[in-house]
Structures are given as structure tokens and as C-alpha cells.
């Protein structure tokens, strides 16, 4: 069973950092695409960076800059740092796994990050 668990949202400052982080279990996050994902209210759900099992990324435009995503094999976790946040970045932001063996995906919970302007 494959289950993804998110942590490290809260409520911080324009301006402030936050870094996320999504611990898998059931499946290997070096052998699939792993992205994150947000949600504003009132918005439909958005990709905002995904990273390929070779280590490929890819940014929307939004967030260039300012966001960074990495993995820890070991740990089988993927993090996502938020530098310079901005009141547009409030939204619940979700960890996805593709499984493109399986073409599967699956998504965490989500964790909610609040930026106070």
C-alpha cells in the first residue's frame, strides 16, 4: 500500500521560508516522478514542481526562483523549499507520486501554508 504523509505547513510572514516534506512509504521515490501540487481557495488544484526519477525538474513559472525540490533516497522523502513567499502562495499544497509502471498516481494529504502579508 502506497501512502504519501506531508508535513512542515503553517502560517509565516511575505517574505519567510518554509520547507515541506513528503515521506513515502510502499513504493521508491528514486523509481517514479514525484511532484507537488497546490490548491487555493476557490481555485482548481495546480502542479507547481515535479522531479523524475532521473532528477529532471520542472518549475511553473510562479514559483521559479524561489522554490526548490530535492529528495532524500535514504529517507525516501521529497522536500520542497519555499523561499520568498507571497501571500499568492497561501493554498494546501499536496505531494503526488507517479508510478508510470503502474500508471498510477497517488497524493498525501495535503498540508496547509498560510502566508500573512
Known amino acids: 500500500q502506497v501512502q504519501l504523509v506531508e508535513s512542515g505547513g503553517g502560517l509565516v510572514q511575505a517574505g519567510g521560508s518554509l520547507r515541506l516534506a513528503c515521506v513515502v512509504s510502499g513504493s521508491s521515490i528514486r523509481m517514479n516522478r514525484m511532484a507537488w501540487y497546490r490548491q487555493a481557495p476557490g481555485k482548481q488544484r495546480e502542479s507547481i514542481v515535479g522531479?523524475?526519477?532521473?532528477?529532471?525538474?520542472n518549475f511553473t513559472d510562479s514559483v521559479k526562483g524561489r522554490f526548490t525540490i530535492s529528495r532524500d533516497n535514504a529517507k525516501n522523502t521529497v522536500y520542497l523549499q519555499m523561499n520568498s513567499l507571497k501571500p499568492e502562495d497561501t493554498a494546501v499544497y499536496y505531494c503526488n507520486l507517479q508510478r508510470l509502471l503502474f500508471r498510477d498516481q497517488y497524493w498525501g494529504q495535503g498540508t496547509q501554508v498560510t502566508v500573512s502579508s
Open positions: 522531479i523524475t526519477a532521473g532528477g529532471i525538474t
